[in-house]
């Protein structure tokens, strides 16, 4: 996968990319990412890309010229080396639609992406309205710039690449993959401190364990994010599960 980025601000992704998984996809040649400073598109002699709102207001928007010359330039490139299909090109924004697990797994099912990272108080709206094929936020709270969000995007879908991970298994046991949150995890000393490993855990049924985890999932997601399980594929026993736990609780209450 190519993960193009641009950003006025290139330097903050020297750290988070050089370390770990992503250094890994990176020298395995899973992944390529390419940074691009939106200044050295701009052509005036003080490389402005921001201007004075029309109509009046707080704070400056990001110009369409050098977004559009950008991304052109990048399909450009892109061309030049293979044969392009459907090309997600998409603003981190807070009006955008929220970041899910699920969309993780469609952009990873690409072989290219185009990041914007917008900046001050936005970007001119025909870059919204002509060149951009979505809008992703990663929350309901505003940033100082699309860059953190950016690196939240590409960290979450490069893990999905096929050779990424140690183990592919794992990834179907994280949380929302499967619709739930994830079941508690321990590892050894068996007792720490007095408190012990579930005795399930130590007793080699793994029929029984994965029964286990799987109520424990069900029972953390019923505590923690209810509004899961509305939209979670359970069997019946399942539901009836959940209708038992949502019963105690409201006693309980």
């Not at 290139?10 to 020298?27: H, N």
């Not at 940033?143 to 960290?155: I, N, P, R």
């Not at 019923?222 to 599960?241: F, G, H, I, M, Y």
Request: with cysteine; proline share 5%; charged share 25%.
């Amino acid at each position: 996968m190519r993960i193009d980025l641009l950003t006025l601000f290139p330097e903050m992704f020297d750290s988070p990319f050089s370390v770990g998984i992503f250094k890994r996809a990176i020298d395995q040649g899973l992944v390529r990412l390419k940074i691009h400073n939106i200044r050295d598109y701009a052509h005036d002699k003080h490389l402005t890309v921001d201007d004075y709102p029309y109509g009046g207001g707080a704070g400056m928007v990001l110009k369409p010229e050098p977004i559009f010359e950008a991304v052109e330039a990048i399909k450009a490139d892109i061309a030049l080396k293979q044969e392009v299909g459907e090309l997600p090109v998409i603003l981190l924004s807070p009006q955008g639609r929220l970041f899910t697990q699920q969309i993780a797994q469609e952009l990873s099912g690409y072989s290219n992406i185009i990041l914007i990272c917008g900046r001050y108080e936005g970007v001119d709206e025909r870059v919204c309205e002509y060149l951009v094929t979505d809008e992703i936020s990663i929350g309901d709270y505003v940033l100082s710039g699309g860059e953190l969000a950016a690196m939240v995007v590409v960290d979450a879908v490069v893990r999905l690449l096929p050779g990424v991970l140690g183990s592919e298994a794992s990834l179907m046991d994280e949380s929302y993959t499967s619709g739930l949150l994830e079941y508690p995890q321990y590892t050894r000393p068996a007792v720490f401190r007095g408190w012990s490993v579930p005795e399930v855990l130590l007793s080699g049924n793994h029929a029984q364990i994965a029964k286990w985890r799987r109520e424990q999932a069900l029972t953390r997601t019923l505590k923690r994010r209810p509004e899961l399980l509305d939209k979670a594929n359970l069997s019946l026993e399942e539901r009836e599960l959940v209708s038992k736990l949502t019963d105690r609780r409201s006693v309980a209450t």
